[in-house]
Every structure is written in structure tokens, then in C-alpha cells.
Nanobody, 126 residues
Framework: VQLQASGGGLVQAGESLRLSCAVSGITLDFYAISWFRQAPGKEREGVSCINNNDGVTQYEDSVKGRFTISRDDAKNIVYLQMNNLKPEDTAVYYC????????????????????WGQGTQVTVSS
């Protein structure tokens, strides 16, 4: 099982980016995928998650209304659309999964996932 995040970059405040998490080795329909981020000098924090089995999504409070998580089952990709980006969104973004088959809900707790993709850097300038 592999997760590969991509789509990061350098943007100005107010602009948008779409991150992709390409998943291989498992069928996306049956698993939850989460996005996390880690800014320099800070702990890794949950951003959003989606459960492809029951359609549940979650968002961290600071990104609600600006970020949207979605999936493309045919491509086995989970997206994180990030609009109205702010300098405080600057971080390395990771996708991850707890590999729990047919679970209910999803988690944004870094301690509850055990398979991580490599990160993608998002830098937002003011």
C-alpha cells in the first residue's frame, strides 16, 4: 500500500491549490484517508479526512469553509482543494490512512493513522 501526495507549491495569500493523494494497493472505496500538515517548529496536526465507505468528512476548525476534501474513486485519488490560502497554512502536507477496512467515520488524529505518504510543501506568502 502506498500513498503519494502532490500538488504543493508557492502561492500568495488568497490564492488556491489542490493537493492530490494517489493511493495504490487498496481500493479507495473501503478506507478512510486523512490529510495532515506540519509547520516548522510545530507538531503535526490533522486538517481533514474522508471516509469513502460512509461519506463522512471532517475538517479542522481553521480550514472550515476554505478547504474541501473529495475523492475520485475511478482514479483512486483523494483531493484537498484549498481556497483563500493564508500564510498560516504554510506547512508540509501529508496524506495518511489507518488502513481500517470498512470503518465508520474518519480520524484527524496523527496518532491513529499508521501509513503515511511523503509530504508536499505548501508555502503561502503574504
Amino acid at each position: 500500500v502506498q500513498l503519494q501526495a502532490s500538488g504543493g507549491g508557492l502561492v500568495q495569500a488568497g490564492e488556491s491549490l489542490r493537493l492530490s493523494c494517489a493511493v495504490s494497493g487498496i481500493t479507495l472505496d473501503f478506507y478512510a484517508i486523512s490529510w495532515f500538515r506540519q509547520a516548522p517548529g510545530k507538531e503535526r496536526e490533522g486538517v481533514s479526512c474522508i471516509n469513502n465507505n460512509d461519506g463522512v468528512t471532517q475538517y479542522e476548525d481553521s480550514v472550515k469553509g476554505r478547504f474541501t476534501i473529495s475523492r475520485d474513486d475511478a482514479k483512486n485519488i483523494v483531493y484537498l482543494q484549498m481556497n483563500n490560502l493564508k500564510p498560516e497554512d504554510t506547512a508540509v502536507y501529508y496524506c495518511a490512512t489507518d488502513q481500517m477496512l470498512l470503518r465508520t467515520g474518519c480520524t484527524v488524529s496523527p496518532s491513529l493513522v499508521d501509513l503515511w505518504g511523503q509530504g508536499t510543501q505548501v508555502t503561502v506568502s503574504s
